[in-house]
């Protein structure tokens, strides 16, 4: 018998004393190995900070901030912009700083409600794409990733901001608060909001931008999230999501009843200026389609249904043969987008105007 599996002295007066008492060996033998069962590593390097619980309240908070961002994205960057929550993990600080590459874009941000500091990291190839696409480009990719500019960390400074007041609105259901930002760096080395051994909260988001894909992180130390351990919890947040889904049916509505632009296209053609000066009545215009295939029907501006020309009570009119789906969806949210986004800044116009009254 090795060492590891000897009895100590303690342990055989106990199983003596149960004997004594009426137990059988076997009961007293399957308890010893249902109490091994229980012991667990722990590793005092690591130890975590927030329960199973606690991550899963944090990842709905950050679901909801991926699809905030990804319609602001979406807007600013006039092209679709996807979004997705990848994962939350419980790593020290030193581990994180490791794991990002330099040079790259870190922003430091605090709150009332927060006892300390917290990071948000975006990768360079989605940050200069956003640039590109702020600055009227078509969203290209640099061949080798650089330190931005003055220019390009303001840019990028301004819409952190937005970023950072759409990752308070998605703390609401928890606690709100304004994030203030502090400043920005790009060498990973100079960013200390914690010590190296603290273990950290890393929520991790991909971005899609076209064809370029990236990551999103946001760090929170352990000591600036624990004023708010007691109310991370599931079952605070299930209250507010069902309050959520009365507004969301609400907008669904709102949004179904949305007014948009439908063309029937009979035909195209492409006429010269002289052509269309001599043009008179009975002339014919040749288009590039006959009269008996299907025609296309436009919303907004978007090919979206084929349907075919007829007559219904002596009125001209068209059925519908096919229907592109994801299309129509799509037309559907850029709508939605310019239309927050047109509230959006007739709100700021407004308090603008308010903020030079009273001065």
Not at 49 to 64: G, I
Not at 68 to 75: A, H, I, N, V
């Amino acid at each position: 018998m090795s060492n590891e599996e000897m009895l100590s002295q303690e342990e055989i007066d106990n199983i003596l004393k149960s004997m004594a008492l009426g137990e059988s060996a076997e009961d007293i033998f399957k308890e010893y190995e249902t109490e091994e069962r229980r012991i667990r590593e722990y590793d005092f390097r690591r130890p975590m900070k927030f329960s199973r619980e606690q991550l899963r309240t944090l990842q709905l908070v950050h679901e909801n901030f991926a699809r905030e961002l990804s319609t602001y994205l979406s807007g600013r960057c006039r092209t679709f912009v996807d979004v997705k929550y990848a994962s939350v993990d419980q790593i020290t600080f030193s581990e994180f700083q490791k794991s990002l590459s330099s040079p790259t874009f870190m922003a430091v941000f605090s709150a009332d409600v927060f006892s300390g500091s917290s990071i948000f990291q975006m990768g360079l190839d989605i940050g200069y794409v956003i640039i590109d696409r702020l600055l009227g480009g078509t969203g290209s990719v640099l061949e080798e990733l650089r330190t931005p500019t003055e220019l390009e960390m303001n840019i990028l400074r301004k819409e952190t901001a937005v970023i950072l007041r759409t990752l308070s609105r998605s703390w609401m259901n928890i606690e709100e608060f304004e994030a203030t930002l502090e400043n920005l760096e790009t060498n990973p080395q100079f960013v200390q909001v914690a010590s190296s051994n603290e273990m950290t909260i890393l929520i991790t988001l991909s971005v899609t931008i076209k064809d370029v894909q990236g990551f999103v992180n946001l760090c929170f130390p352990s000591s600036t999230l624990e004023p708010l351990t007691d109310k991370l919890s599931t079952r605070m947040w299930t209250k507010v999501y069902k309050r959520q889904e009365i507004t969301r049916e609400n907008l669904k509505q709102i949004l179904l009843l949305s007014k948009l632009k439908l063309t029937a296209i009979l035909g195209r053609t492409t006429l010269t200026l002289n052509d269309i000066l001599n043009m008179e009545v009975g002339d014919v215009i040749r288009t590039d389609s006959f009269f008996n295939e299907p025609i296309d029907i436009e919303i907004q501006g978007e090919k979206v249904f084929k349907a075919q020309i007829g007559k219904i009570k002596g009125f001209y009119s068209v059925k519908i043969l096919k229907k592109d789906k994801e299309l129509l969806e799509k037309i559907l949210v850029e709508e939605s987008i310019k239309d927050q986004l047109k509230k959006q800044e007739d709100t700021e116009n407004v308090k603008s105007k308010e903020l030079k009254e009273n001065a």
